[in-house]
C-alpha cells in the first residue's frame, strides 16, 4: 500500500512559479512510477508529467514540456513538480499517482494510487 499527499498548490499571477510535493508513505516508494496529472473544472482528468523509480526516465505533456520539471528523492520518499511560467491554462487541480508499471504512463487508469489533489491557480 501507499498513500501520497500533494502540497504546494497556491494562488499565483500568470508568469509565476510554484512547486508541489508529493510525499509518499511506505516502503517501497523507490520501486514505483510516480506520475502527475490535472484536472480543470469541467474537463476530464489529464496527464502531466511522470518519472521512473530511479529518476532516469521522465515524460511530459507537450503544453508544459520547457516549463515543467519533474524530480523525485527516494531518500525522502517524495516526488517534485517544479512548475514555471504558469499560465491561466495551468489552473487546475493537481494529483499525484502511483503505481509498480503503469502502461502507457500517460492513461491515469493505469495508476493504483492517488493522493488527494492541491489546487493550482494562475491568475491572468
Known amino acids: 500500500q501507499v498513500q501520497l499527499v500533494e502540497s504546494g498548490g497556491g494562488l499565483v499571477q500568470a508568469g509565476g512559479s510554484l512547486r508541489l510535493s508529493c510525499a509518499a508513505s511506505?516502503?517501497?516508494?523507490?520501486?514505483?512510477?510516480m506520475g502527475w496529472f490535472r484536472q480543470a473544472p469541467g474537463k476530464e482528468r489529464e496527464f502531466v508529467a511522470a518519472?521512473?523509480?530511479?529518476?532516469?526516465?521522465?515524460w511530459y505533456v507537450d503544453s508544459v514540456k520547457g516549463r515543467f520539471t519533474i524530480s523525485r528523492d527516494n531518500t525522502k520518499n517524495t516526488m517534485y513538480l517544479q512548475m514555471n511560467s504558469l499560465k491561466p491554462e495551468d489552473t487546475a487541480v493537481y494529483y499525484c499517482a502511483a503505481d509498480k508499471n503503469p502502461l502507457p504512463v500517460t492513461v491515469d487508469r493505469m495508476y493504483d494510487y492517488w493522493g488527494q489533489g492541491t489546487q493550482v491557480t494562475a491568475s491572468s
Open positions: 518519472i521512473t523509480w530511479s529518476g532516469g526516465n521522465t
Open positions: 511506505g516502503r517501497t516508494f523507490s520501486s514505483y512510477v
